[in-house]
C-alpha cells in the first residue's frame, strides 16, 4: 500500500492552487479583453453617430456632423469628451430596441482649448434622433455647464436639434428647464455664446435666448416657437422657413440673432476670433493682443471725417476703423437697427467694446431697436469689465407715433439705465450733435462718464438751432438772425466745456493716442453701486 507523505500532498496543493489561480487569471484577463472590445465598440458608435446615410445626408444640406463642428471649434488635440457612453432611459415607443439606443445620445460635450484659452462645448447631433433633447441629453449639457461655472470659463452651444424628445414627455420638458435655470444663472458670471446651425424649435429657443451672443448660418438654421406647419393651422399664413425663423429673419428683423455666417465653417472660423475678444469669466480679464499699431498714432483723417454741414451725414464707421488697433472691429447686430453700431475691437491691445451713433442711418436718431441693441451691448460688456468708448452724434430720440406707441419711453429708459448702471471705464467722443435727452443717454458725464471728449465740430444743446429758434422766437419776423445768433451760442462745444460737462475739446486727430491713454488710467478704476439684490430695468 502506497503511503503519501505529507510533503508530496503540499506540494500538490500548491500546484492545484498555482493552477487555479493561473485559470482565474486567464478568466480575468479574457473578460478584461472583452470590456475593452466593448469600450471601443462602444467608442465607434458614438463617432459614427446615427450611421453613415445619416452623416451622408447632413453633409448633403451642406452641414457639418456634430463631432467635425467640435474639431473645428476647438484646437487640435485638445478636446477632451465627456459622458460618450451615456444612453437615453427612455423604454416607451420603442426606444428600448438597439436600432433606437446611441451611446452618446445625440449631444457631444466636453471642453477644450480655443487659441489656447479654456471653454466648454456641447453639439447636438442632428443625425441621432434629430438632435433631439432626451433627458440624458440634458444631463449632459447640465454636467458641463456646471464645470464651467466652477472653473469660471465659457460656455459654446452648438445648436441643431428638432426640440424635445416626444417619446420622453415630460421629462424633455424637465431637462429643458433644467438648463434654462443653469443658463439664467450663468448669466454675468461666464460668457455663453450659442451658435445655431440647424433647426432650433418650440421650447429649446429660449436657451439660446438668454445667451450673451446668438449667431446664426445662412440657409440651414431656424429658430422659431411654432413651425410654418402651426402657423398654417392656426393664422392660415403661408410662410416658409426661412421666412419665418431664418438667418434673415432674425438678424435683420427680429434682432434674436446677433450675427449670421455663409456656411458651417466660416461660422466657427468667425467664432474663434470672436472668443479672443471675451474674457473667460467675470473675474477674470480679457486677452490682451500685441500690437505694432501704436497707441501714439495720430489720425490725421479724422480731422476731415465730419462734414462741415451739420446736416450732411457721414459713416461712423470710418471713425472706428481709424481709431482702433489694426482698423479690426469684430461688429454686432451689424444689420440691426443700423442707426447705432456696437461692436469689439482693441485699443493698445486691450478689449474694449464700441458704441457710435450711425449718421448714415435715420441721422443718427435713437429710435426703439437701437435702444434696445445698445442697452443689451452696454450690460455685457459692464458684467465682464470691458471698457465702453462711445462716439456721439445722435440728434435725439425718432419722433413719430409709431415710436411712442411702441414704447420708445421705456425702451429708450434701457439703454439710460445700462450706462448709468456701468461701472467699467467710460470714455466718451461727442463728433458732432448732441442734442437733447439723447445726449444726457449717451454715456455723458452726468451718468458717470469718466473722460468725455468733444470734437471742434461738437454741438452740445437741448435741439437743433432751427427747431430752438422756431420755439423761442416764435412770432418773430427776424428768424434768420436769430437761428445765427442760436447757433453761435450753442451749436459749439464750449457751452458744455465752460460747464466741465466735458473734459477737453480735442484736435480729431489725436483721439487715438487720448484713448488709450485714457485706458491706461483707468484700468485700476474701483467703482460700485448700492447694495441691491438686483435694479429693476424698464424690460
Known amino acids: ?213 446668438v449667431f446664426m448660418v445662412q440657409d440651414t438654421s431656424y429658430l422659431f416657437i411654432t413651425g410654418p406647419d402651426v402657423v398654417k393651422a392656426v393664422n392660415n399664413e403661408d410662410v416658409t422657413f426661412e421666412d419665418l425663423g431664418g438667418a434673415t429673419a432674425h438678424t435683420k428683423k427680429s434682432g434674436c440673432a446677433h450675427g449670421a455666417f455663409s456656411n458651417d465653417i466660416e461660422a466657427l472660423q468667425q467664432l474663434r476670433d470672436f472668443f479672443n475678444y471675451l474674457p473667460l469669466s467675470n473675474k477674470d480679464e480679457a486677452p490682451i493682443q500685441q500690437s505694432d499699431d501704436s497707441p501714439d498714432r495720430l489720425v490725421p483723417v479724422l480731422n476731415t471725417v465730419v462734414p462741415l454741414e451739420s446736416n450732411k451725414p457721414y459713416d461712423i464707421m470710418d471713425v472706428v476703423l481709424a481709431t482702433v488697433d489694426d482698423r479690426k472691429f469684430f461688429q454686432i447686430m451689424p444689420d440691426y437697427a443700423k442707426n447705432i453700431v456696437v461692436g469689439f475691437a482693441r485699443m493698445n491691445g486691450r478689449t474694449v467694446g464700441i458704441v457710435g451713433n450711425q449718421p448714415k442711418v435715420a441721422s443718427g436718431c435713437l429710435d426703439i ?108 419776423d427776424n428768424v434768420a438772425e436769430a437761428e445765427q445768433e442760436y447757433i453761435e451760442k450753442f451749436a459749439n462745444p464750449f457751452p458744455a466745456a465752460s460747464k466741465g460737462f466735458v473734459d477737453d475739446i480735442i484736435e480729431p486727430s489725436t483721439t487715438r493716442k487720448r484713448l488709450c491713454r485714457d485706458l491706461d488710467l483707468l484700468s485700476t478704476k474701483q467703482l460700485s453701486n448700492p447694495w441691491k439684490k438686483h435694479g429693476n430695468i424698464p424690460l
Open 369 to 476: 431697436s437701437a435702444s434696445v441693441k445698445g442697452a443689451r451691448f452696454v450690460r455685457f460688456c459692464d458684467s465682464f469689465n470691458i471698457p465702453i468708448i462711445t462716439f456721439v452724434d445722435v440728434p435725439g430720440f425718432l419722433p413719430g407715433t409709431s415710436q411712442e406707441h411702441g414704447g420708445i419711453i421705456r425702451h429708450g429708459a434701457k439703454l439710460l439705465y445700462a450706462y448709468a448702471e456701468a461701472t467699467v471705464p467710460k470714455l466718451t467722443v461727442i463728433t458732432r450733435k448732441a442734442y437733447g435727452g439723447a445726449y444726457d443717454v449717451m454715456s455723458s458725464k452726468h451718468l458717470r462718464g469718466d473722460i468725455n471728449y468733444a470734437w471742434p465740430t461738437a454741438e452740445v444743446a437741448v435741439m437743433g438751432a432751427q427747431g430752438a429758434v422756431k420755439i423761442i422766437f416764435r412770432g418773430d
Open 1 to 213: 500500500m502506497w503511503r503519501v507523505s505529507r510533503r508530496a500532498l503540499t506540494q500538490t496543493n500548491l500546484l492545484n492552487k498555482n493552477f487555479n489561480n493561473l485559470s482565474a487569471r486567464s478568466c480575468s484577463h479574457q473578460l478584461l479583453q472583452d470590456v475593452k472590445s466593448k469600450i471601443e465598440r462602444k467608442r465607434q458608435l458614438a463617432n459614427e453617430g446615427g450611421g453613415q446615410h445619416r452623416i451622408d445626408s447632413q453633409h448633403k444640406k451642406g452641414k457639418l456632423t456634430a463631432r467635425e463642428r467640435v474639431n473645428l471649434l476647438m484646437d487640435p488635440g485638445s478636446f477632451v469628451e465627456f459622458d460618450t457612453f451615456v444612453e437615453h432611459r427612455c423604454t416607451d415607443f420603442g426606444m428600448a430596441e438597439p436600432k433606437n439606443t446611441f451611446p452618446g445620445d445625440g449631444v457631444v460635450t466636453g471642453h477644450g482649448h480655443i487659441n489656447g484659452r479654456i471653454a466648454f462645448v456641447f453639439s447636438q447631433d442632428f443625425t441621432v434622433h434629430g438632435g433631439s433633447l432626451s433627458s440624458a441629453n440634458a444631463q449632459k449639457i447640465c454636467k458641463i455647464m456646471d464645470q464651467a461655472m466652477m472653473v469660471g470659463a465659457p460656455v459654446i452651444g452648438l445648436n441643431d436639434s428638432g426640440g424635445a424628445r416626444i417619446q420622453e414627455g415630460v421629462e424633455s420638458l424637465a431637462g429643458y428647464a433644467d438648463i434654462f435655470q443653469r443658463n439664467v444663472l450663468s448669466s454675468g458670471v461666464i460668457p455663453q455664446i450659442s451658435l445655431i446651425m440647424g433647426p432650433c424649435a418650440g421650447g429649446a429657443v429660449y436657451s439660446p435666448a438668454i445667451t450673451d451672443f
